[in-house]
Antibody, heavy 118, light 107 residues
């Protein structure tokens, strides 16, 4: 059974960089797409971006160039960096596994709340 | 447009049938997948493709698609089906897009 677990600071100061890591167990990240999704309190889901096991990435245009997604296959982890954060970036952040042909996200982490505040 | 629009809320009597819709131009080209989210929990993958259920999802959940609209139907809704439901698909730039979400209340 594939399991994903997000980790990282729960509090980030405005203008700083949010950094999260997703550790995958029960399967290798050397296949599939690996996504980050977030959900502001009381709001809907927003796709942030993905990394394919080959290293190619894609991200939500609304986040412009603030997003960096990388992977460490030796640790079976992938990571998110979101720069220049503001209070609007406060959300529960989820990592998830995506299928290779479709946008189906079949396994999700439990999510981690990141609050942007001074 | 890369948006996926859902009704904000629907209600269904216990044991009855409810249909949740998702509208968007991209659905003319791509199937939607559907996710159930209960309060304080991560989304759960419930429907994908033409009408496929992942292992462990009850057969009262089904999916369909026509034109620019994808639908999730719960036949014989149970109290435990009360949740938010989101559709998901892609746009022409290969970006993932989520629907606006529908809150289902079981009366």
């Amino acid at each position: 059974q594939v399991q994903l677990q997000e980790s990282g600071p729960g509090l980030v100061k405005p203008s700083e960089t949010l950094s999260l890591t997703c550790t995958v167990s029960g399967g290798s990240i050397s296949s599939y797409y690996w996504s980050w999704i977030r959900q502001p309190p009381g709001k809907g889901l927003e796709w942030i971006g993905y990394i394919y096991y080959s290293g190619s990435t894609n991200h939500n245009p609304s986040l412009k160039s603030r997003v960096t997604i990388s992977a460490d296959t030796s640790k079976n982890q992938f990571s998110l960096k979101l720069s220049s954060v503001t209070a609007a970036d406060t959300a529960v952040y989820y990592c998830a596994r995506g299928q290779t042909v479709t946008t189906d996200l079949d396994y999700w982490g439990q999510g981690t709340l990141v609050t942007v505040s001074s | 447009s890369s948006e996926l629009t859902q009704d904000p809320a629907v209600s269904v009597a216990l044991g009855q049938t409810v249909r949740i819709t998702c509208q968007g131009d991209s659905l003319r080209s791509y199937y939607a997948s559907w996710y159930q989210q209960k309060p304080g929990q991560a989304p759960v993958f419930v429907i994908y493709g033409k009408n496929n259920r992942p292992s462990g999802i009850p057969d009262r959940f089904s999916g369909s698609s026509s034109g620019n609209t994808a639908s999730l139907t719960i036949t014989g809704a149970q109290a435990e089906d009360e949740a938010d439901y989101y559709c998901n698909s892609r746009d022409s730039s290969d970006n993932y897009v989520f629907g606006t979400g529908t809150k289902v209340t079981v009366l």
